[in-house]
């Protein structure tokens, strides 16, 4: 058994790096880090509730998600401009969420529904989205797996790209109104932000998921960097709760290694999966969550 100091969870070193790959290697298909499932396993299986196990989430992140992005980029699945309107709310509301964790959420007990609803709202825009696209059809999965990004273009006002035939148009200030509301989110969870703005793309916007995946990736990737430094310069402002956000560097860094694995190899995979599967394999991992963590309320 090994002791992580800062958390004081004591487990085998070897066990959450590869909970975090098998937890990534699904997960990245659908473009989310895996993060929001790893945060439930932190508190409910290793026993790690401070305000700290939200910076160690994110630090998982950041270690994690260039290896899924990078392939992403391999299969020119990457639109760049989404990411970079995802990314100009987010930022902002990471901050305001890291403020909330530790002022209002501090205690699990407080905590946990929170996360539960945070998944169960996630998983309801999936289910929505499965049950409205049920009839999708094998052929149809082929095509898209198969398509690549192209005519990506950034402006203040819209964000197009073409994927296949068809253009997509979206508005760049809905997107990072959007992204600021899930940067809020994101920075009181502990994670980056895309495993709330990816089912968001795919069910309300209507994006495909095969190019919200990789977009989702990198703003979430940039969203944790900036909720590490969050935590810290929150800790620096209140020496009261400055032990209490400090991040278990080991178990996060454990964790994005594995991560990191599972993420190459499920962002390889995403083309050979259906759309409706990826999405149904992750509506059922959060709803599942959901309900364990708001039963407590009852």
């Not at 094998?138 to 790209?161: C, M, N, P, W």
Request: overall charge positive.
């Amino acid at each position: 058994m090994f002791e992580f100091s800062v958390s004081g969870v004591e487990t085998f070193w070897w066990f959450p790096p590869l909970v975090a790959f098998l937890i990534s290697c699904i997960t990245v298909t659908g473009g989310l880090s895996g993060a929001f499932l790893l945060l439930p396993f932190q508190m409910s299986i290793l026993g790690y509730t401070t305000p700290g196990v939200s910076p160690t989430n994110l630090i998982f992140s950041i270690i994690a998600i260039p290896s899924g992005v990078y392939r992403y980029y391999l299969e020119r699945r990457m639109v760049w401009p989404l990411a970079c309107a995802i990314i100009l709310g987010t930022l902002p509301g990471m901050f305001i969420g890291a403020m909330l964790r530790v002022n209002f959420l501090h205690d699990p007990f407080y905590f946990k529904p929170f996360v539960g609803l945070v998944l169960a709202d996630v998983g309801i825009l999936l289910l929505l989205n499965v049950i409205r696209n049920r009839k999708d059809s094998k052929a149809d999965f082929s095509r898209q797996g198969l398509q690549e990004v192209t005519e990506a273009h950034f402006s203040f006002i819209t964000v197009s790209y073409r994927f296949g035939e068809k253009l997509y148009t979206i508005s760049t200030p809905k997107i990072s109104i959007l992204s600021f509301i899930v940067g809020i989110v994101g920075g009181t969870y502990g994670i980056g932000g895309g495993a709330v703005i990816a089912p968001i793309l795919i069910s309300v916007i209507g994006l495909p998921v095969y190019t919200v995946a990789g977009a989702a990736l990198f703003s979430t990737l940039v969203g944790s960097i900036g909720g590490v430094v969050s935590y810290w310069v929150i800790g620096l402002m209140s020496a009261s709760v400055s032990g209490s956000t400090s991040p278990d560097w080991v178990l996060g860094g454990l964790l994005g290694l594995g991560g990191a694995a599972g993420m190459y190899v499920g962002a390889r995979l995403q083309r050979f999966l259906p759309a409706q599967f990826i999405k149904t394999v992750l509506m059922v991992c959060l709803l599942a969550i959901a309900v364990r963590y708001l039963s407590v309320l009852f």
